[in-house]
């Protein structure tokens, strides 16, 4: 089993800047592809951002491009996710995500973090 732990959520005007932690425990290996999701009130959940267990290869939403990096430290069995430019429209519970390479869903998830973005 891996647990994971987010942090960094808050409160943030338009245009600002918040930086997400997430910190795997448990099973943790760095082979596994870790990344974001998140859901905002009424909306179902969307993926937001994936990453290899290189930190090679990254992928994001369309709606995140060029305003949102991903990174992890596998030292620290941490990943994280930049949001810069902020939007009232990134207001969402952002969950952090793990899965082995070899697994196409996502079988961990960790609690989430409030975001919200006014304008």
């Known amino acids: 089993q891996v647990q994971l732990a987010e942090s960094g959520g808050g409160l943030v005007q338009a245009g600002g800047s918040l930086r997400l932690s997430c910190a795997a425990s448990?099973?943790?290996?760095?082979?596994?592809?870790m990344g974001w999701f998140r859901q905002a009130p009424g909306k179902e959940r969307e993926f937001v951002s994936r990453?290899?267990?290189?930190?090679?290869?990254?992928y994001y939403a369309d709606s995140v491009k060029g305003r949102f990096t991903i990174s992890r430290d596998n030292a620290k069995n941490t990943v994280y996710l930049q949001m810069n430019s902020l939007k009232p429209e990134d207001t969402a519970v952002y969950y952090c995500?793990?899965?082995?390479?070899?697994?196409?869903?996502?079988?961990?998830w960790g609690q989430g973090t409030q975001v919200t973005v006014s304008s």
């Open positions: 995500v793990a899965r082995p390479q070899s697994v196409s869903g996502y079988p961990y």
């Open positions: 448990g099973r943790t290996s760095s082979f596994y592809v």
């Open positions: 990453i290899s267990w290189s930190g090679g290869t990254t």
